[in-house]
């Protein structure tokens, strides 16, 4: 997902993740609750919650917080929240997927719309962009989890569909119902990975030009530091040029 992982690896260079990690948590916890509460509060036993579990740890979530808000799925606490995707278009022309958690699906949607207006983008139907996008399973490696051709052999092994190799790491692709096998996989000969989750992978990128970098990065920022945001996907693609000048 070459737009996403740019996007990504700019705000990394920004400094952003340190700035946002008490908003951070509190999405992830989310996202465990309500997995947990969707299916069993076993990890090894429900891909979804082990994904959850997975982005937790990576983002360093101490095992508490984590241990509390499977907890609270199976003691019935916490609010209930929708599952709702927005989509639209971003400055550019560049096709924009939202996934959220709500528990006011109205207040959501305003700010999502005045995020996307504010940006220069607007909101979409669903179902405008999404068909643009496969949806598949990501598995992501640091790169120095093994080499690029021992991860290629690895993953084609286990039945994934594509692996691609980038300055962020390995990115290996499988169909939906594969990624659970896949993922287990990988982790018996690499060891744990630092994602594995469904995502939205673009079929085509867009240039975003220069005039259009800022306000898209912008509007990529407001949308994922929204709390009621877990995530966002865009299919853009930008020069050298426009990366370095964006992220200086």
Do not use: C
């Not at 996008?133 to 690895?154: C, H, N, Q, T």
Request: aromatic content about 6%.
């Amino acid at each position: 997902m070459a737009g996403h992982s740019q996007f990504k690896n700019i705000m990394h260079r920004k400094g952003r993740q340190d700035a946002v990690k008490s908003r951070m948590f509190g999405k992830l916890a989310r996202e465990i609750t309500v997995s947990a509460r969707l299916g069993l509060p076993d990890p090894a036993m429900n891909p979804r919650l082990r994904a959850a579990v997975l982005a937790a740890r990576a983002e360093n979530m101490p095992k508490d917080n984590i241990e509390r808000a499977i907890k609270k799925a199976t003691g019935g606490e916490g609010d209930n929240y929708d599952e709702i995707r927005y989509e639209g278009y971003g400055p550019g022309g560049v096709a924009v997927i939202v996934e959220a958690l709500t528990d006011n699906r109205n207040r959501t949607a305003g700010e999502i719309r005045a995020t996307f207006t504010k940006s220069g983008g607007h909101l979409a139907e669903t179902g405008a962009v999404s068909f643009m996008f496969d949806r598949v399973g990501l598995v992501e490696y640091d790169g120095k989890a093994a080499s690029a051709d021992a991860m290629l052999e690895a993953a084609i092994d286990a039945g994934a569909e594509d692996v691609i190799f980038n300055e962020a790491g390995h990115e290996v692709y499988t169909t939906p119902e594969a990624l659970r096998d896949v993922a287990k996989a990988l982790e018996a000969k690499f060891g744990e990975p630092r994602k594995a989750a469904l995502v939205w992978k673009p079929q085509n990128t867009v240039s975003v030009s220069d005039e259009h970098g800022e306000k898209l990065l912008r509007l990529l920022e407001s949308l994922t530091e929204h709390d009621d945001v877990q995530n966002v996907f865009a299919n853009f693609e930008m020069s050298d040029a426009v990366l370095q000048k964006l992220s200086a």
